[in-house]
């Protein structure tokens, strides 16, 4: 069976992948509801955010599993690299779920936010650009070998 050939890390970013994407249909169901009781036949921006975030970070979070399957580095390397980028995917998906229930904004950003979510914004780029570059890296790795 292909699960006895993978490690548990690749197993748990598949399982993690999995339990986003079915995060991503339940906050379908709420953005549905939102587009029938409102009189415009939409749902909150953030609502729909939160929606379509879920569903692009499921298989983001399924191409992960793929780069620490083929990853040259050691587990440490590749979990490190996969609990960073989960944690912002996370953070990020509950931040637009806040927004969309609180309804308080269309536009978290604006006007220009305070120095604690400059701070978060500059830890998620470094943190998801950063992580995704070495488990690459540790895919070229691999293969050059």
Known sequence: ??????????IATVTAAG?????AMALGVWKYRQILAS???RAHIYVDIAH???????????????LVA???WPA???AACVIVELI?????IMSYLVHGALKDTTNQLHPRPGVL??????????GEIGGVAILVAGVVANWVA
């Open 88 to 92: 912002f995917f996370v953070g990020a």
């Open 117 to 126: 979510v400059h701070g978060f914004m500059a830890a998620l780029i470094v």
């Open 19 to 23: 339990i986003i994407l079915a995060w």
């Open 70 to 72: 083929l990853s040259a």
């Open 76 to 78: 440490w390397v590749n």
């Open 39 to 41: 009189p415009d036949g």
């Open 52 to 66: 379509r975030a879920a569903l692009m970070y499921s298989f983001a979070t399924l191409v992960l599993a793929a």
């Open 1 to 10: 069976m292909l699960i006895d050939q993978l490690d548990n890390l690749t």
